[in-house]
């Protein structure tokens, strides 16, 4: 084995290469037409990631812009576990549109 290695040879002992080069033999007597040369196995794929389950809540809520008067159901999903920060999300979603609004359920997704 050599005791001296280059920059290079260092450089992957320490780090890994990305491909592992061929051993040269220096050896003049040696006839080169019985050498056989592997190619490298190149890295197995990376795998795609899959979407992360993002937890969700879905918040009905009763709207409507008069008092006591004519209302409809509006339904708003919020990326949260927390029943009282969807709740709230909702609430403050719809109420830059209708005037009274009325929390009905949460139920999750």
């Given at each position: 084995m050599n005791a001296e290695l280059t920059e290079?040879?260092?450089?992957r002992a320490l780090f890994g290469g990305a491909e592992p080069l061929a051993q040269v033999i220096d050896s003049p007597a040696q006839d080169t037409s019985d050498v056989i040369i592997i190619q490298p196995t190149k890295a197995a794929e990376k795998?795609?990631?899959t979407k992360a389950f993002s937890p969700r809540l879905?918040?009905?809520l009763r709207v409507g812009n008069e008092f006591e008067g004519k209302t409809q159901e509006v339904v708003h999903e919020a990326d949260t576990l927390s029943s009282l920060l969807a709740e709230q999300e909702a609430t403050r979603a719809a109420k830059k549109?209708?005037?009274f609004v009325e929390v009905v359920s949460v139920k999750p997704m």
């Open positions: 290079e040879e260092m450089r795998k795609k990631v879905r918040v009905t549109k209708f005037r």
